[in-house]
């Protein structure tokens, strides 16, 4: 698989916090959405941008996968003095038996998009069995009663 997050990581944190996204509005949403639950794993948690936003709401337990190691460096260096645990890993092959109690993707490797009133699933992953195997193994990986 090509990893497409190379060139674009030295002006990734300009550009996607010139107006393309907004973490402190995404962080909050999330943090209502989340509530009691403390223990997140992030797919696709890219340079750590919203992730430091959230450690600024709780304190979050976060497990961090991405597959780009620059942005996993930058991750890093955002996240230093905390307890966020960063894997370098294709989502499509990380295994883990830990359980979580929210599974969060802020334009990571999957996101849902209303259109029209619509919800539609786009995803990193081009091949829709991948991305079906993938939904089940998150689906598995998430706390029962949850
Ligand atoms: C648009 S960025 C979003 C990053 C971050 N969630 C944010 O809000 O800034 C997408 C991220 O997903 C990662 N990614 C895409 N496909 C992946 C895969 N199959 N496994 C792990 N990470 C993946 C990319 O490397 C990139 O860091």
Redesign the pocket.
């Known amino acids: 698989m090509i990893?497409e997050?190379v060139e674009i990581v030295n002006y990734y944190d300009n550009l996607?916090t010139s107006g393309y996204?907004n973490y402190d509005s995404l962080s909050n949403i999330l943090y209502n959405l989340l509530g009691t639950r403390r223990k997140v794993l992030?797919?696709?948690?890219?340079?750590g941008?919203?992730t430091e936003k959230m450690l600024s709401l709780a304190n979050y337990n976060i497990v961090g996968?991405?597959?780009?190691p620059r942005?996993l460096e930058i991750a890093k260096e955002r996240l230093g003095n905390s307890d966020v645990r960063l894997i370098c890993?294709?989502?499509?092959k990380f295994e883990s038996k830990e359980k979580f109690e929210a599974i969060v993707?802020?334009?990571?490797?999957i996101c849902v998009v209303e259109e029209n009133g619509e919800y539609r699933i786009c995803s990193?992953?081009s091949d829709p069995e991948k991305n079906k195997q993938l939904l089940a193994k998150l689906h598995s990986q998430l706390d029962e009663g949850l």
């Open positions: 990893n997050y996607l996204f992030d797919i696709g948690i890219g340079t941008l919203l996968v991405d597959f780009s942005m890993e294709d989502i499509i993707s802020t334009g990571g490797v990193h992953i």
